[in-house]
Nanobody, 117 residues
């Protein structure tokens, strides 16, 4: 069973930075894609950033401010968040997706990010 554990959330002032980490149980090489999603109160969960092999995808709202990376040796995926805004406040979830032998998606428990002065 895959376990994903997020860390690094917290309270930060607007304009500040946070670094989220997602530690996976076992090798992350097996995953076709890993990503970060977020869900704000009263809103649907949305994709923030995705990394597949060597390519990355970002939501328009975070382009130029957030950066996703993966460390296969440490089995971790990291989301560096800069120039944070109040609208970035949400619970951030790590996700891992594997295509074969059958499509499966795994989620972490989430970590709260609050951007407020």
């Amino acid at each position: 069973q895959v376990q994903l554990v997020e860390s690094g959330g917290g309270l930060v002032q607007p304009g500040g930075s946070l670094r989220l980490s997602c530690a996976a149980s076992g090798s992350i090489i097996r995953f076709n894609a890993m990503g970060w999603y977020r869900q704000a109160p009263g809103k649907e969960r949305e994709l923030v950033a995705l990394i597949t092999g060597g390519s990355t995808t970002y939501a328009d709202s975070v382009k130029g401010r957030f950066a996703i990376s993966r460390d296969n040796a440490k089995n971790t995926v990291t989301l560096q968040m800069n120039s944070l805004k109040s609208e970035d406040t949400a619970v951030y979830f790590c996700n891992a997706y594997v295509l074969l032998p059958r499509s499966q998606s795994y989620w972490g428990q989430g970590t709260q990010v609050t951007v407020s002065s």
